[in-house]
């Protein structure tokens, strides 16, 4: 058993639980709902799952950390940033994406870069965000948001 | 054909990995076994910690009142304003396009310009089923990190774009206006 399912096992059991004893109804209503949630995400977890499995014994390690390692410098970082604002990939499936990647040998700086680019900007949505915010607005909000991702993966790796 | 293709397009993967995966076992094709095992390691790793954490996830959604925050939104300002709009912005799922009319809402409901763009900020990337996610593969040090370095980067994107619209008679408009059809091939959909 890892640890973590060890802890999301614990924490799920005492909240269940507390959660039970103050109300059953309630309780039952957000299994259900959780379990729902997580039908909705395991195909395509699984389909992220297999495409990793295959792409990984393909690329080798040596190739992951030359162009996202702690070396790779200016381009390990553009490579991120560009690939995490142009791609439309959901939260929840690039994480075992970028959990691969670390170990591989991609930096946690570039991950994060890249993470924070998917998270907060979306070239592929913009058309969608200009029908709410108007030009200008939106492609403001995006390029405000690539500068602050590409600072937060700077500073998270400086942490790590 | 097309119907099926539809209904049954996203188990194409699945399918064709459970044939290939059989085929290398019989015929002992290496990469094929290599592979799997890859796979085997990574799904042993999500299904101990992904269900729990959607549990977790439905039952905060019963306990926590989205509604009452919402509501209070708008109506407080400052720190408490803050505070609101990044409580609310963490109890959704869903990608980040799904927060624009939600952003239209809080809007109409009188929030501020400032509070609107921290409330995407967050919303992008301080989802709870997302951190759980994020804590179970990247550690909790990294969460964290993370975590901490953004939010303080989007309450100041707020401020920015508080000061770069005022005068401007910014509104959000609720989406139905074209401008531009927006490309909604999202293959996969979700709600996390």
Redesign the interface.
């Known amino acids: 058993m890892s640890n973590n399912a060890v802890i999301f096992i614990t924490l799920c059991a005492v909240l269940s639980l507390v959660s039970f004893l103050l109300d059953r109804e309630k309780t039952l209503v957000g299994f259900k709902r959780g379990w729902k949630m997580f039908k909705n995400v395991l195909l395509p977890f699984l389909n992220i799952l297999i495409f990793i499995s295959v792409v990984l014994y393909f690329i080798p390690p040596s190739v992951i950390s030359n162009y996202l390692g702690a070396n790779s410098g200016v381009l390990g970082f553009s490579i991120a940033a560009l690939v995490g604002s142009v791609t439309l990939i959901p939260g929840f499936i690039s994480y075992p994406i970028a959990a691969g990647l670390i170990q591989q040998g991609a930096s946690y700086a570039v991950v994060a870069t890249f993470m924070t680019t998917l998270m907060m900007v979306g070239v592929v949505t913009l058309p969608l965000e200009i029908r709410y915010f108007g030009r200008r607005v939106a492609i403001t909000r995006n390029v405000l948001n690539f500068f602050a991702a590409v600072a937060i993966g700077l500073l998270v790796g400086l942490i790590m | 054909m097309k119907g099926f293709l539809k209904k049954h397009g996203?188990?194409v993967?699945?399918t064709a990995?459970v044939i290939l995966t059989i085929f290398s076992f019989m015929l002992g094709f290496n990469?094929g076994k290599?592979?799997?095992t890859?796979?085997t390691q990574?799904?042993i790793?999500?299904i101990?910690?992904?269900?729990?954490?959607?549990?977790?996830?439905?039952?905060?959604?019963?306990?926590v009142p989205k509604e009452e925050i919402r509501k209070h939104i708008g109506q407080e300002s400052g720190i408490k304003g803050i505070v609101l709009v990044v409580l609310l912005a963490m109890l959704q799922?869903g990608?980040?396009?799904g927060a624009?009319?939600v952003?239209?809402l809080l809007y109409r409901k009188g929030a501020s310009i400032r509070n609107i763009?921290i409330y995407?900020?967050a919303f992008?990337?301080m989802?709870i089923?997302?951190l759980?996610?994020?804590i179970?593969?990247?550690g909790i040090?990294?969460s964290l990190?993370?975590t901490l370095?953004?939010l303080p980067?989007?309450i100041?994107?707020g401020y920015?774009?508080e000061r770069?619209?005022k005068n401007k008679h910014?509104e959000?408009?609720?989406?139905?206006?074209?401008?531009?059809?927006?490309?909604e091939n999202?293959s996969?959909r979700?709600?996390?």
Do not use: C
Request: charge should be positive.
């Open positions: 996203s188990y993967w699945l990995f990469p290599a592979v799997f890859n796979f990574s799904f790793e999500m101990t910690f992904v269900p729990f954490l959607f549990i977790i996830v439905g039952l905060f959604d019963v306990w799922a990608p980040l396009y624009f009319p952003a239209y763009f995407l900020g992008s990337s989802k089923p997302m759980g996610i994020e179970g593969y990247l040090r990294f990190a993370r370095v953004s980067l989007f100041g994107i920015l774009m770069y619209l910014f959000i408009r609720d989406g139905s206006q074209k401008t531009e059809v927006p490309h999202y996969i979700m709600r996390t």
